[in-house]
């Protein structure tokens, strides 16, 4: 539903879907939750506004907002940081390609990341992936 964007109302150029939305939106299968990537000024700004519904949460490769509002079925993580993508992140957001006015991670970043992330899922979704990018 992307009314779950609309009303988060990001701002343009300083975010871009990562993960398994852009294989959504691009037709390969469904994903349950929604992972943004955000500039770091952007999440800063979200860090000083104190929203309901959002938490920081921090792990050992990222630091992230989640917000799971109860009425909504989808999970959203946004994040400044990407495992194994550490500086790039600027690039990668003005990278993206747009698909349905969503700006999303490029194919070719979106194969490179998935293959770093290494979980059987990733190796699926690269399988789709490079199906599509052969074709294009």
Not at 5 to 12: D, G, I, S, V
């Amino acid at each position: 539903d992307l009314s779950v964007l609309e009303k988060l109302a990001l701002p343009k150029g300083e975010w871009c879907l990562v993960s398994g939305k852009c294989l959504e939106l691009r037709g390969l299968r469904k994903s349950e939750d929604w992972d943004i990537l955000v500039s770091r000024s952007f999440f800063e700004d979200l860090i000083q506004i104190s929203l309901c519904g959002y938490y920081l949460c921090q792990s050992v490769f990222l630091v992230s907002f989640q917000w799971i509002p109860f009425h909504w079925r989808s999970k959203i993580e946004i994040f400044k940081d990407l495992p194994f993508f550490e500086g790039q992140e600027e690039e990668i957001i003005n990278q993206a390609e747009l698909i349905d006015w969503l700006p999303c991670m490029e194919i070719s970043t979106l194969i490179r990341f998935k293959t770093l992330m290494g979980r059987q899922k990733d190796f699926r979704d690269i399988e789709l992936l490079q199906k599509i990018r052969n074709n294009a």
